[in-house]
């Protein structure tokens, strides 16, 4: 991330390029077992994530009291849940073999990368495919929709952990999008004139995605 | 793609009533839209308003006040953030009071519920046949029953209730392929001939000390000025509009960014398209998306990103996407 204006700090930028999708592997684990431990590693994740949010829009900026909470009722959740960490099977891609264009559960990971300054695009599909020891608590942390499944054929040994927690078990490609919203809002004011469901939560639906 | 119908009940009498081959066309199609419109804006009324847009529900109190030339109305939205908005003729102003936030806008006559686009009504029939389905009692009021059926698959049918007395809609359904309703907008409840004075809609329009003014700069263009062409028509579709605007106001101190939204109709249902400058910070990826009947594709174009919405299926927002083509 470049908006710290301090010394580069190497774990810091280990974490930083977790976050912009750009590890994978040892690497990867490596930053999450930073994020594991060290408390001034997940401020500086969260605070990194709420810039990000609130930068896309005003309704996300959320007090992080809220995502604490979010988080240890999440973690006590999960204490009563038998979660499987270990890696599953892995998946054949034949969805993504047959079409152009994948059938992708991730929306709300890859948009909310927008805006956040991620130097290169190439990395968000990387980011997606976390290696196992990305723990639920972690995803929950980026907020919206937690990633259930992921057909990239390019994952390569490390392939997505199938957090099988109480939110995993929701529909994933449900997303709230701030970004499509306004484009929505933006239509409906001048076509139709309508602001039909603009009080109500905006409830997207990817359809698919492309690269 | 996931089939839009997995995500809504089917109703079996939309099923029916699209398969039905027995309904006949109505024979004075142009006197009931005519109808329906005249109803919407030239007449007054009061009631509440429920949306289903995919799934989500949201309600809003509509007051809407016609003395022969002039329209008034107020709407107030009773979901979520605090909002209404106040319309006198063309003058549109949006006020929100927890943010003292006002949002002043020059808009088309009305579009929306209760009211169908403003286009002739033949335009509508050239691309949609009416049908008289049945009767029904929508809101503690007798309607008939109607059915705006696409005479192609690049549009969505529609199905409306006419208050039986005025032909004001009652209810208005935009139906899927397979007969399943996508989105919904209807009255719960209705009293007709208010009679408000013109004072209680302007007041508010005019007293804003105090609240932080926006007026978008919205010019208008035409696409071939920016160096764009649709170059292959989507059938039944016309350019209606085409201005330069920026996508919202409400969001950061930033200059929000420019887009040319340009609006097609076939009479009934409408497509944006924006075109803007791409971003790669925000322009990540293309995709598809679907919330309600609008359907929403975003593509990258070289420099440029372009994102569709509208009320058709999937492939009709494709075809609009595909067909656009640089100049320049």
Redesign the interface.
Known sequence: MSNRSDAPDPRRLRLSSLMDGELSGDEAADACALWRQAPDARADWHAWHLVGDV?R??DLALRPARDEAFLQALRLRLADEPVPLAPAALQEPQTVASTP?S??AH?AV??G???R?APR?RG?RGWVVAPAALAAGFLAVVGVTLVTRHTAPESGPATLARAEGPAAAASA?LVR?A??D?????????????????????????????? | MLAPGARAGQPASAAAALAAPAVAPVSDADGWLHRIQQAATGSSYQGTLTFNVGGSTSSARVLHHCDGRQTYERLELLDGESRVQYRHNEQVVTLWPSARRALLETRDPVAQFPALPAASSARVLENYELQKVGQERVAGQDSDVLLLKPRDRLRFAQRLWAHRETGLLLRNDVLGAAGEVLESAAFVDLRLGTRPSAEQFLKPMKQLDGWRVQRPPVERTQLEAEGWLMSKPVPGFQLVSCVRRPLDMGHGDGTPPQVIQSVFSDGLAQVSVFIERYDPQRHVRPMGSVTGASHTVMARRGDWWITVVGEVPMATAQQFEAGLERKR
């Open positions: 930068l829009s005003d264009v059938l992708a929306g890859a948009q990368l927008a805006g300054g695009r968000l490609v999008n970004q499509l306004r484009y929505l809002l933006a239509h409906r004011a001048l076509a139709s004139g309508t602001m039909a469901g603009a009080g109500a939560e905006q409830r997207m639906h990817i359809v698919f995605e492309g690269r």
